[in-house]
């Protein structure tokens, strides 16, 4: 494997392939290789997940469905509509750096493009955001989401090594679109605490969202798949750090993450409790107000 003082490629932005334009201009003007442009669109993400946060916290504080239900879960069900955020925004990227042809796919390693570029600093300003939210409400309330923190951990020095190393953003970019379950899983946590369960559109919500990891396992496999295709450049090219959180982090999403949460969806399916917390939505969910209420 390459050393990690390996001369990297350029920023190739072909417009043609390119699509920041759609949304603004100048973003395809901006100086990807700049530190500070870095800095700046990290510090702007962790800012508007932030504010996507304190609004869901609100949110929940306007709708009587919401404003029984205890602080923990405020919190958890806020943070599950920041992760459904990203998740469309990963979505989106994830389609395009696998189903559109561009310098992602003719250099696997070092290949990188305004949007790819703009896409990696989302990434780790969302990611920067989830890990410190996540520890902090882990204290707050006396939990341990181990797999969580140790998902997004590893991801958050994966996607911080490439942006400065300018490389990996191929499989970064392609690898965004895992979080095609987010916002189902969003919905089905919203739908859980609204009491709505056993409704038709909790039930379809969460078909979908057990289809998505089925979906996440297809591209799990295409990864893989590229691996196979590119492995001497990757082997010959690829810095050891960059290759050993990779391929840690794809073997954990293959063997281990995707197979245990497609699992605990499909068990959820028929037994709609709030397994997050291993507790019923109808004990330690609701408020002492609420719990009082319901007793009337």
Known sequence: MAQTDQVISQIQVIESEEILQHFHPGLLKLDYADRNIKAYIIAGTFLFVSAIFSGSLLFCNLFKAFRGLILKHQVFMSLAIVRGAYGIFGIFIGCYAIFRSTVLDRDIVFGKNATSSFAMCVTVGFFIFELSAVLLSDVAFKTFSKMLIMHHGLALVAFSLAINSGSNYSF???????????????????????????????????????????????????????????????????????????????????????????????????????????????????????????AE
């Open 172 to 294: 970064g970019c392609k690898g965004m679109i895992l979080e095609m379950s987010t916002p189902f899983s969003c919905l089905c946590y919203v739908f859980l605490k609204a009491g709505m369960e056993n409704s038709t559109i909790w039930k379809i919500n969460q078909f979908v969202l057990i289809h998505t990891f089925h979906l996440r396992s297809v591209v799990e496999c295409h990864l893989w798949y590229v691996t196979y295709k590119h492995w001497d450049d990757i082997y010959s090219k690829m810095s050891t750090p960059i290759f050993a959180l990779l391929y840690t982090n794809l073997v954990l999403v293959t063997f281990v993450m995707t197979p245990y949460w497609g699992y605990k969806k499909t068990e959820q399916l028929f037994n709609p409790v709030d397994w997050n917390f291993q507790e019923s939505r109808d004990t330690d969910t609701l408020s002492p107000k609420r719990k009082a209420q319901k």
